[in-house]
């Protein structure tokens, strides 16, 4: 049996994983904040799996990412996604330091605890997958704070990388390009949507890097999500 954990999955680019994961041999643990959402990801994969387990937890504390490991349990994981992320978008000078810190817990201090912690006991032939962002690759203008988090966490994914790879488990990094999510509900302007990639797209993309064993990178865009 494959215990798979997937962070972020209330909705989205992490709903779609689910989805795409999804399998009679697969135990899904699923992570989000929004209890109904992940409710509703819950119902799409349950039929199609050996067991769902819900984690909900706030990812921005330190202390929920740790009850986070504790109720995800002994056990050894196959495959981890590190797909929660928060986007804070304002000129640099008008992010307030919650927003900051709010950002640096969710998308770097958490996705390295839960790397740190399973990385460890994962067997040859697993992977953790980061969903990173062209923003990984390139500044745009009141993005500071987002594109701060994710050339950090590709930095980091990078050293990993090089750690993990006697024992045979791959770091895999995806790119995508702006992508539809409900991200771009709380984020001023008028965004083009209809451009933009589907969270199918990205799902497929991570599907097929870790059944070819390929790093998976989207075509860029001027959108930095």
Sequence with gaps: MKRYLIAGASRGIGRAIAEKLAADDAVLLLHGRDTVALAQTRK??????AEVVLLVHDLAKRSSVSELISEAGNAPIDLLVNNAGVAVVKRFT?????????TVGVNITAPFMLTQHFASRMPPGSSVVNILS???RSGFANWSAYCMSKFALEGFSQ??????RDRKIRVINVY???????IWNEIE???PRGKMISPKDVASAVAYALR????SRLKTSP???
């Design 159 to 164: 050293c990993v990388r090089e750690e993990l």
């Design 176 to 182: 995508p390009a702006a992508t539809d999510t409900n």
């Design 223 to 225: 959108c930095p999500v």
């Design 44 to 49: 799409a994969v349950e039929p199609r799996c």
């Design 134 to 136: 062209i923003a990984a």
């Design 189 to 191: 302007g008028d965004w």
């Design 212 to 215: 070819d064993r390929l790093t």
């Design 94 to 102: 008008e992010i307030t330091t919650i927003e900051w810190e709010q």
